[in-house]
């Protein structure tokens, strides 16, 4: 719709309307030739998002400006001649109500500096508003409304649904424990309930697929998407069938109620499973896919160890993300953020990294010429052609040897920025900015970042990544969205 709208306004020239309308035409015109980049003739999605965040495209004003230049309405009234034809076409009975709707609104006659009726610079007060207000979008909610029986307080805390494998109290509940005797691995988070506790859609989505599932319950696939880029499929597992309130091809909103929660029955035995010793459990079997606008939906496999496509991810984070932002009012359980000499990059963030370091085992030139290894080890700010290779990687290496490579450099990183930033931070935070370090070398590179840090506008923070792109590089505007999306969220996500 965005190239029709545009596609639109540019053929719309009047002759009568002389040169403006058709500098307006060739402008819209040219904006489209520039977001084209790989002159197809269409749009696609990464293309939009590359023009919204490539400064240098225009779009970026275009769709969020805050300061126009244009007549405006709180100027002149009903007597100027911008609503003449206007007026000329209303019945007779609504002009003298409109007239004196058009002259409440005046008021800059009566300003200097805006009294001689010229177009004027000016903020524009509701997206000024919008801009400075506090209010984060919540992009992800919980997929109940209230909490999980079997949460960290919950009656069945024993079997806690964001547990990790090595914990005490990691149940068959969690992603990755042994099913069918070893036979393969869960392949979700399981919430358990009351019974037929309803269960929402996480954010904005379509219905791409219902279907029955697993002991006489069903499932209902969501292709999901937010406003802040993310795309992924959740398949709502083990609900009730009769409950189901939704249909495919169906979008849903935020919060839409999809279905209950289901009573598993194997038909062999016509008994309910034995989950938790002499209780009956309904819950959500909740998977999660990263998918992208070509991904089809997700569906059983063959492929061990999960029995599911390869894209499958452990959904925690999502769980996480949304239990903060309905039942923490959007804030970490750790309400406050640590010191930062007090943080070093975690497991998750070092999975992060390498999820977009990516292992090679033979050296090979990066995107700027350098010769690299492992997960992004730099051998040399040479072509590897160019070099005679150190012994040690001239056969190549191993992931154990990447892993060694990686760790040595960690705290180099995270040296660098606890010596040029100041601020508090939450975990995911820091984790988020080694990252960027990781590919960016020094945070000199990124004056307007470390300014913002140490005055501790993290939303400020959050917007200066999406500017380290290398003049819009697509992998890096990839990477940049989905570390600042970690930075805002705690959602580690490498999908790319």
């Known amino acids: 719709w965005i190239k029709d709208g545009f596609t639109r306004i540019a053929e719309w020239v009047r002759p009568e309307r002389g040169i403006r309308e058709k500098q307006v035409s060739d402008y819209y015109k040219a904006l489209l030739q520039k977001m084209d980049s790989d002159n197809s003739g269409d749009l696609s999605g990464a293309e939009l998002r590359l023009a919204v965040n490539y400064a240098e495209l225009d779009v970026r004003d275009i769709a969020a400006r805050m300061v126009v230049r244009h007549d405006s309405e709180w100027f002149g009234g009903s007597s100027h001649h911008r609503w003449r034809t206007f007026l000329k076409q209303m019945d007779p009975l609504c002009i003298s109500y409109v007239k004196k709707w058009f002259d409440d609104m005046e008021w800059m006659s009566q300003v200097e500096g805006f009294s001689s009726g010229a177009p004027v610079w000016h903020m524009h007060p509701i997206v000024f508003l919008n801009a400075i207000s506090q209010v984060e979008n919540k992009e992800i909610i919980f997929p109940f409304k209230v909490k999980p029986k079997n949460d960290i307080d919950g009656v069945w805390k024993r079997y806690y649904w964001a547990a990790s494998l090595s914990d005490s109290n990691a149940s068959q509940a969690i992603f990755g424990r042994n099913r069918s005797g070893g036979g393969r691995k869960h392949a979700a988070r399981d919430l358990y309930s009351?019974?037929?506790?309803?269960?929402?859609?996480v954010s904005d989505g379509i219905v791409r697929n219902i279907s029955h599932y697993y002991y006489g319950t069903w499932q209902i696939t969501i292709e999901h998407t937010t406003s802040d880029g993310r795309h992924f499929y959740i398949r709502y597992g083990e609900v009730d069938h009769a409950s189901i309130m939704v249909s495919n091809g169906q979008h849903v909103k935020q919060g839409a109620i999809l279905a209950k929660t289901g009573l598993m029955i194997n038909p062999a035995t016509g008994q309910h499973p034995s989950i938790i010793t002499g209780q009956t459990v309904y819950m959500l079997h909740f998977e999660y896919y990263p998918g992208n606008g070509s991904t089809p939906p997700p569906n059983n496999t063959p492929t061990l160890p999960f029995k599911r496509r390869s894209d499958l991810r452990d959904p925690l984070d999502i769980l996480r993300e949304g239990y903060r932002n309905t039942f923490d009012d959007g804030q970490p359980s750790s309400d406050n953020r640590l010191p930062i000499s007090s943080l070093n990059l975690s497991d998750q963030g070092k999975s992060f990294i390498k999820g977009w370091e990516s292992f090679s085992s033979t050296a090979y030139n990066e995107s700027e010429g350098f010769c690299t290894i492992g997960y992004g080890h730099l051998i040399a700010r040479d072509k590897c052609e160019n070099l005679n290779l150190p012994d040690e990687f001239k056969n190549g290496i191993t992931t154990a040897k990447a892993d060694k490579l990686f760790e040595a450099r960690v705290p180099l990183y995270v040296g660098e920025l606890k010596r040029t930033v100041n601020c508090n931070m939450y975990q995911y935070e820091f984790d988020a900015l080694i990252s960027l370090l990781f590919n960016m070398g020094s945070m000199s590179k990124?004056?307007?970042?470390?300014?913002?840090?140490?005055?501790?506008?993290?939303?400020?923070?959050?917007?200066?990544?999406?500017?380290?792109?290398?003049?819009?590089?697509s992998g890096l505007v990839n990477r940049r969205q989905k570390e600042r999306s970690l930075f805002l969220t705690g959602v580690y996500d490498s999908s790319h």
């Open 446 to 473: 990124a004056p307007m970042l470390t300014s913002k840090l140490n005055q501790a506008d993290y939303a400020g923070a959050a917007n200066e990544f999406l500017d380290i792109t290398n003049g819009g590089v």
């Open 194 to 201: 009351e019974p037929l506790t309803e269960i929402v859609a």
